[in-house]
């Protein structure tokens, strides 16, 4: 069964770190594009953080110096590490993959790019 499980999402202080992980199943992620998103009640689907299948990432003005993505491909996982938690990063985040090789990884984080997977999402909540 083709799946992405994202995991790691919880409850943080301002200030504080998470480390999102997203694990493909079905599938190898070594040659996929993977992009982290997040939606917030109310607010648009918004790219964060994407990274293409060689390593080019792009990360949103908005978390550019405090987020990291990241592949491990032993674990089939790419991970999003943020750091620096602010209330505006509390959503739920999800993660997608795709097996396009072409376009930018800036593309990748536009919010209505067509990947071919999703997961379900993990909420990270920032109180005020």
């Known amino acids: 069964q083709v799946q992405l499980v994202e995991s790691g999402g919880g409850l943080v202080q301002p200030g504080g770190s998470l480390t999102l992980s997203c694990t493909a199943s079905g599938f190898s992620l070594d040659y996929y594009a993977v992009g982290w998103f997040r939606q917030a009640p109310g607010k648009e689907r918004e790219g964060v953080s994407c990274i293409r299948f060689n390593g080019e990432t792009y990360y949103a003005d908005s978390v550019k110096g405090r987020f990291t993505i990241s592949r491990d491909n032993d674990n089939n996982t790419v991970y999003l590490k943020m750091n620096s938690l602010k209330p505006e990063d509390a959503a739920t985040y999800f993660c997608?993959?795709?097996?396009?090789?072409?376009?930018?990884?800036?593309?990748?984080?536009?919010?209505?790019?067509?990947?071919?997977?999703w997961g379900q999402g993990t909420q990270v909540i920032v109180p005020s």
């Open positions: 997608a993959a795709d097996s396009s090789r072409i376009g930018g990884a800036l593309a990748l984080c536009l919010p209505f790019y067509p990947y071919d997977h």
